[in-house]
């Protein structure tokens, strides 16, 4: 599989047509809203819709899978900001449920389907359900778990996937206004310390925070996407990788170190060729694994390589603590992860 730099063409062409600020906090923020964060939340938006109306066509698991990965791929470029202070629009979880721990998913699925749930035929009541059995994580199991997947058109399961498919684009569509709406994440960023701002009393704290969704979203790559299959030595865990029935732990790290890669790079006042140099490596030595859903992660010389790609990150956080943190006087703060 072959994967994009991790400085989007799209980050590039958009900041090279902002103009200069006097204030480089003010600037920083001006960047990252307008070169990663609008063509992000646009993006997923876009994808999960494009998700829903294929389903809404042909809700077949074979017909999804295509439409599944691109809305999945989308996701990841706006997580990062969800294992920060910026909560998803309130949906961060139910987009994203993962890890689940106690095998909630399966259950809620099996239950309702079961029972033959009229819940989804009605999408504000459908928006009620368990997380469990809503988000990208409930839908990789019906497209790709053989137990949930054979499932014909004009069955429930049917029913169920279209429901679960229109529900995500109306939780991105939801994650748009949580952003661009009036009094939304974009606003308060770029009006930090200005009177009546009621999240950012400076423009330092806006920008502490951008600079603690680089940090978490680093720190949950090495620590959970990575931290979960690896185990520890004595006793690995492959199947606890995130993804793993669609064969999308090591795609999930990729695209995950590739935008907070963008991120970093785009927030940094000189750019952050360190920290993107660190990521790259990174994400060549996850490729290099040809291991998609980290199975092998319990074989002694694939738990090393993991182990590198760790060392990759952690990294790229010192790096990122030089290009952001010093360059801009600010440090990392409390992120949705911390106590977890």
């Known amino acids: ?25 003010h600037d920083a923020v001006r960047r990252v809203v307008a070169g990663y964060i609008t063509p992000a939340v646009a993006g997923f938006s876009e994808q999960a819709q494009s998700l829903a109306e294929a389903a809404g066509a042909d809700c077949t698991a074979s017909n999804l899978v295509a439409p599944y990965h691109e809305a999945f ?38 239950v309702m ?16 359900v368990s997380i469990a059995a809503r988000g990208l994580f409930a839908l990789e199991y019906m497209l790709f778990d053989p137990a949930f997947a054979a499932y014909p058109q004009d069955s429930y399961s049917c029913d169920l996937v ?38 950012y009393f400076t423009p330092r704290e806006a920008v502490q925070a951008l600079y603690t969704t680089v940090t978490a979203s680093l720190e949950h790559d090495r620590d959970v996407r ?6 520890s030595f004595d006793k690995p865990r492959p199947i606890r990788a995130e993804a793993r029935r669609s064969e999308r732990s090591a795609r999930n790290l990729i695209g995950s170190l590739q935008a907070i890669g963008a991120l970093a790079d785009t927030l940094a006042p000189n750019g952050a060729p360190q920290t993107v140099a660190a990521l790259d490596d990174a994400v060549a030595q996850t490729t ?26 952690e990294a790229a956080e010192h790096a990122a603590a030089n290009e952001i943190g010093v360059a801009l006087g600010v440090s990392a703060g409390f992120n949705a992860g911390d106590g977890d």
């Open 1 to 25: 599989m072959r994967y994009v730099s991790l400085a989007f063409a799209l980050v590039s062409s958009v900041t090279a047509a902002l103009p200069a600020a006097a204030d480089p906090l």
């Open 73 to 110: 791929d989308a996701w990841l470029r706006i997580e990062p900001f969800a294992l920060s202070s910026f909560d998803a629009g309130g949906h961060a979880k139910a987009i994203s449920f993962w890890p689940d721990k106690k095998g909630m998913i399966p259950r809620a699925l099996a």
């Open 113 to 128: 389907i079961d029972e033959q749930d009229p819940v989804v035929s009605d999408a504000t009541e459908f928006a009620d």
């Open 162 to 199: 279209q429901a679960q498919t229109a529900d995500l684009a109306a939780m991105a569509q939801d994650v748009h206004q949580a952003w661009f709406g009036e009094g939304g994440f974009a606003e308060l960023l770029e009006t930090a310390g200005e009177e009546g701002n009621p999240r």
């Open 226 to 231: 990575l931290g979960r299959p690896m185990g």
């Open 288 to 313: 290099a694994l040809d291991d998609p859903s980290f199975a092998r992660s319990d074989d002694l010389g694939q738990r090393f390589k993991m182990e590198v790609i760790q060392q990759r990150i």
